[in-house]
């Protein structure tokens, strides 16, 4: 039975143990009370959970995850898994979804063939409607370490940064150090998606974007220089994590731009500044002041004030990001502000103490008096561990003055006898730098601690004596009874270090216990064997510095030591008695050294100098890791030092408008009152245009601008108009004759009042002129004609036809008032045109092939008058059909447009052949921003997401002045609404076809005559407000000086960027 029972049994485990290592094997195993469930890897089970994957229940994939991701945290493989767990990213369970992106996010950079399966899945999910999905999408796609996805990720990127959801922008932020890490020469596209993102204006986007800006390109302040206020009107808004990243990169920020408020410490008792006292008051120098209160620059005030109710945040970090930020940033009256908040801190844990404590021993270094009041905060608990007790210890010994030492003393005294021998000896060392520091106290703390050499406990023994040893030095003269008592007790201290000091003592003033010193070396040299290399090393010092001054009694001691120290183990121990033998003992040959034996020896030494630990750490940035090691880590920036002179402030001043509160009824108010001035209506227009042009990467922004300049041509044509007219722009779009009412009144409102009575006169002129204005609609062709003419464009609109023409015929019979009477601008253009130039018209992708399964789409922007409204860029659309099936009913679908944007589809497409195209013409009003226009092309069977963005140059109509006109404009447009550039071209470039052609290229502007050859000037003005801009270039030593003045300073510096941009790359 036996022998079956053993033959049963072997046959089993024979049976199962090949499915129990391969996981083919389930219900015999699962009884065996031997094996675990971690390591059993069962091949059914996962069959179910494939089956659970590819059923049509939530709640069934949603258990199946949840069993996953419970493997994977197991450490199991489960990477066999991919295909169907890949499946279900198109689920539309949420949880299943999330726990499905875990799962990729886990195994795409190990199964990396694997993972681009899912690349497509992940394209298609960064357009679900659903914010989380997309950001998801993009948090796992940015996780695939693969650089063969590279492109892809960029892609996703850009698009991120665009999407209307905040959630989905801070993704992406986060994502670009990822791609960064993974390809460092994308480092240029990344810079421009980070400028993008920091001119965000949502809360949640804020801080990621500084995050990402951190750790790309810190160096590139200039991108903070337009974002700095807006940061600082944020930051009390922003997630606390973004608030400790963005006052950290504001810290450097700071020491950059602004000079150092403290300064005047550096020039007190100045005899210069009663004597250029008025001169400095005139060249604005506050910082030589010294009498006076220290004025700084108002955006460094604003940063200090935005950041001082964060003192209050439940978040430590935070804290201590805005301390240190006034520790190095601040004027020394006002640091003592963040005090109080850091003393809150240390109610924490004792991880937050720890760093809280640290960066406090640092500031008190400099800066005694602002903790001082806080002093009891700082006294050590029992319950405090080592660590957080020497903190303290070492924060109250900074902290000492003749006023509170006594108080620091008496706590000194409890802490000695602590059973911490670690601490009880760093309060030692703390009382003698107290007794170094403060001379009064000396004494008492001498007395003190040769008091603490009679203790019990060895350590604290031999740390008073070593610790005496320093005091003794700086007045030796005055404790030769000191010097006695530490002599009597070499026989009773055993630690090496303090009689290694006791023997320094007696042997560095032997001469003031001469009867003592000769008796100490006779007992060192009896235990000279067995004591520690250090006192070794102190005994022979000790028998060379008394054989030379008391040579009749220790000179046979001096050469019995030498004799030991010869045969010693320690080569440090024979080295030294071999060359103290030649320097005391010379012999009877001599040494030239010997003569010169006691001033080597018995010189007079300085005193050693009792420091704080923590007084070279305040050159790191307080709260940095490198601060807490005192040493430099891995990523670090140095803290910039001061610059002399504060660099030019304007560079902040664009997002100034951010501290206008006035509301958009409020302005419409003020604009509706009648105005005669040209001056004061430009006040108010410029204000307005200002406060909604920094915002315009915002929609809200954004529609409050185009409204307010509407209704600010209203108000300036009221005192030159009928009364009828002051009613029709209320209705500008019911009709197409009142939009042509609202196109004339603004024309007049952006002029003086002598335009203005000229532009009335020409009306009946404009109605003669009809049959030209038909003509000169489809004149360009695929070249795009930039300066009108009235002669020249005659041959070419005979010789070419834009599809245009079949489109202007159906809306005529609807339009053809507004067709005919928003075309006067283009007439007074054309009569007071200079040159004719041509450019090329680009093309750009709207939807490609593969995208659009065989559709593609392009389009261009034609630069002419809209037939739907004098405000909208006219497009032409140019539809392809690359399959081999029929496209019906194509159209425009839904719109996704920010506030005051409009959109005029074009007629619907009954059917498009296979390999066919099209063309066709639509228009959008894109409110003087460049914010895209995005919506859906739709077919009858699908529908593509496309979005269009006009750059700054197509949102602008030529504008016909004088040079007179021009130079008056143009100094009225200085300050804030200028921008200027300089671009270097090569000498064959030098001529004004070339330049004109540039910025012909850039922008839909018309060129103003001038009586200088080497200045070309042009003109032009918004579509949707009708704002003026006026381009300047001089060319000076093939130099091109670039000046663009535009209220709305957006258009003008991305405008100046643009023109900058063309100039280079047509070189």
Not at 441 to 467: K, Q, W
Not at 930 to 939: E, K, M, V
Not at 1038 to 1051: A, D, G, P, R, T
Request: glycine residues 4%; neutral net charge; proline residues 5%.
């Amino acid at each position: 039975m036996a022998g079956n029972g053993f033959q049963l049994s072997g046959s089993f485990a024979t049976e199962v143990k090949p499915p129990s290592s391969t996981g083919s094997g389930e219900g015999d195993i699962a009884s065996d009370p031997a094996s675990s469930g971690f390591f059993t890897n069962d091949y059914k089970r996962h069959e179910d959970l494939k089956t659970m994957l590819d059923g049509n229940k939530d709640g069934l994939k949603l258990e199946a995850m949840k069993r996953i991701v419970g493997m994977v945290a197991k450490g199991k493989d489960a990477s066999d898994l991919f295909p169907a767990v890949v499946k279900n990213v198109v689920s539309k369970n949420l949880e299943v979804k999330k726990l499905v992106y875990v799962y990729l996010t886990r195994y795409a950079e190990e199964q990396q063939d694997l993972a681009l399966l899912s690349i497509s899945t992940f394209q298609r999910a960064l357009k679900d409607p659903n914010q989380l999905i997309r950001a998801s999408a993009l948090r796992v796609l940015s996780s695939i370490r693969v650089p063969m996805i590279v492109p892809i990720m960029m892609l996703a990127i850009k698009e991120s940064v665009m999407d209307m959801s905040p959630y989905v922008r801070k993704t992406a932020a986060h994502a670009i150090p990822k791609l960064y890490s993974l390809e460092p020469e994308q480092k240029e596209l990344l810079i421009e998606v980070i400028e993008r993102l920091l001119a965000d204006k949502t809360t949640l986007v804020a801080g990621s974007a500084i995050q990402a800006f951190e750790e790309v390109c810190p160096e590139r302040i200039d991108l903070i220089h337009k974002n700095y206020r807006k940061l600082c009107g944020l930051l009390i808004d922003v997630e606390e994590w973004g608030q400790v990243v963005i006052i950290n990169m504001m810290t450097r920020y700071c020491r950059t731009q602004f000079v150092n408020p403290n300064k005047t410490d550096l020039q007190e008792e100045s005899k210069e500044f009663y004597e250029d006292s008025d001169k400095d008051s005139d060249d604005e120098k506050p910082e030589v002041a010294k009498q006076k209160p220290y004025v700084m620059d108002q955006d460094h005030r604003l940063l200090l004030r935005q950041t001082k109710p964060l003192l209050s945040s439940r978040n430590a970090s935070v804290v201590m990001a805005v301390a240190q930020l006034y520790h190095h940033c601040a004027p020394k009256s006002e640091i003592g502000t963040v005090a109080k908040a850091l003393i809150r801190l240390l109610r924490g844990h004792k991880e937050v103490q720890y760093v809280v404590l640290s960066n406090i021993a640092t500031m008190t270094i400099r800066r005694k008096g602002m903790f001082e009041p806080f002093l009891k905060s700082f006294y050590v608990r029992s319950s405090d561990p080592t660590h957080i007790k020497l903190h303290k210890l070492e924060i109250l010994t900074n902290l000492a003055t003749e006023t509170n030492i006594s108080t620091i003393l008496r706590e000194f005294q409890t802490y000695v006898t602590s059973s911490d021998k670690d601490f009880a000896a760093a309060t030692i060392q703390a009382i003698g730098r107290c007794a170094s520091n403060i001379a009064e106290i000396t004494d008492t703390c001498l007395t003190g601690l040769v008091h603490l050499m009679s203790n019990r406990d060895e350590s604290v023994v031999a740390e008073s004596v070593v610790v005496i040893k320093k005091l003794l030095q700086m007045q030796p003269n005055q404790h030769k009874e000191i010097i006695t008592h530490m002599a009597k007790l070499v026989d009773s201290i055993t630690v090496p270090m303090a009689r290694a000091s006791i023997l320094w003592l007696i042997g560095e003033y032997s001469e003031r216990v001469p009867k003592i010193a000769p008796d100490v070396l006779r007992k060192m040299a009896k235990s000279f064997i067995d004591e520690e290399d250090i006192v070794k090393l102190q005994i022979l010092n000790l028998s060379a510095k008394l054989c030379i001054t008391n040579s009749k009694q220790t000179k046979l001691l001096c050469q019995y030591v030498f004799n030991l120290a010869k045969y010693d183990q320690n080569y440090d121990i024979r080295d030294r008695s071999r060359f103290l033998r030649q320097l005391i003992l010379p012999g009877e040959k001599g040494s030239i050294l010997a003569k010169y034996a006691k001033k080597i020896f018995l010189s007079t030494k300085p005193a050693p100098v009792l420091e704080s630990k923590f007084k070279d750490r305040d050159h790191y940035q307080l709260g940095t890791l490198s601060h807490i090691l005192n040493n430099r880590a891995t990523g670090y920036q140095e803290l910039p030092e001061w610059p002399e002179v504060a660099p030019d402030p304007s560079v902040r001043l664009e997002p100034q408008v951010e501290w206008k509160p006035t509301s958009e009824k409020e302005s419409r108010k003020t604009r509706e009152k009648p105005q005669k001035s040209f001056y004061s209506s430009g006040e108010d227009s410029s204000s307005v245009d200002e406060s909604d042009e920094s915002s315009s990467a915002e929609s809200s922004d954004e529609g409050s601008e185009s409204s307010g300049a509407s209704t600010s041509g209203v108000s300036d044509s009221e005192t030159s108009d009928t009364p009828k007219k002051k009613k029709r722009p209320l209705s500008e779009e019911s009709g197409a004759s009142e939009s042509e009412s609202s196109e004339e009144e603004e024309s007049s409102s952006e002029s003086n009042s002598e335009e203005s009575e000229e532009e009335v006169k020409p009306k009946p002129k404009a109605k003669k002129e009809k049959p030209v204005k038909k003509r000169e609609v489809p004149k360009p062709p695929m070249e795009l004609l930039l300066d009108l003419d009235l002669s020249p464009p005659s041959g070419v609109s005979s010789a070419s036809v834009t599809p245009g023409d079949m489109l202007t015929p159906q809306m005529a019979s609807s339009m053809s008032s507004l067709s005919i009477n928003d075309k006067p601008p283009a007439v007074s253009t054309s009569n007071s045109m200079t040159q004719l130039a041509m450019v090329q018209s680009k093309s750009h992708d709207l939807l490609n092939k593969m995208s659009g399964n065989g559709l593609s789409v392009s389009y261009r922007f034609t630069r002419t008058i809209s037939i739907f409204s004098p405000k909208m860029v006219s497009i032409e659309l140019c539809l392809t059909n690359h399959s081999e099936n029929q496209l019906a009913n194509i159209k425009v679908g839904e719109k996704k447009l920010q506030p005051d944007m409009e959109i005029q589809e074009f007629p619907e497409i009954a059917l498009l052949g296979p390999g066919a195209n099209t063309t066709v013409l639509m228009a959008i009003n894109f409110n003087d921003t460049t914010q895209p226009a995005t919506f859906h092309l739709c077919t009858l069977e699908q529908k593509f997401n496309v979005s269009i963005k006009a750059p700054v140059g197509e949102l602008l109509q030529p504008f016909t002045m004088s040079e007179g006109e021009f130079i008056t404009q143009q100094g009225k447009l200085t300050g804030m609404n200028e921008n200027s550039g300089t671009v270097s071209i090569p000498a064959d470039k030098n001529n004004a076809q070339f330049l004109c052609t540039c910025v012909h290229a850039v922008a839909n502007i018309l060129q103003v005559p001038s009586t200088d050859e080497t200045v070309q000037q042009f003109a032009a003005k918004t579509l949707a407000t009708g704002t003026l801009l006026l381009v300047n270039l001089k060319v000076k030593d093939n130099k091109v000086n670039i000046l663009v003045n535009c209220e709305k300073m957006v258009i003008g510096t991305m405008l100046l960027k643009d023109i900058k941009e063309s100039i280079l790359s047509s070189k």
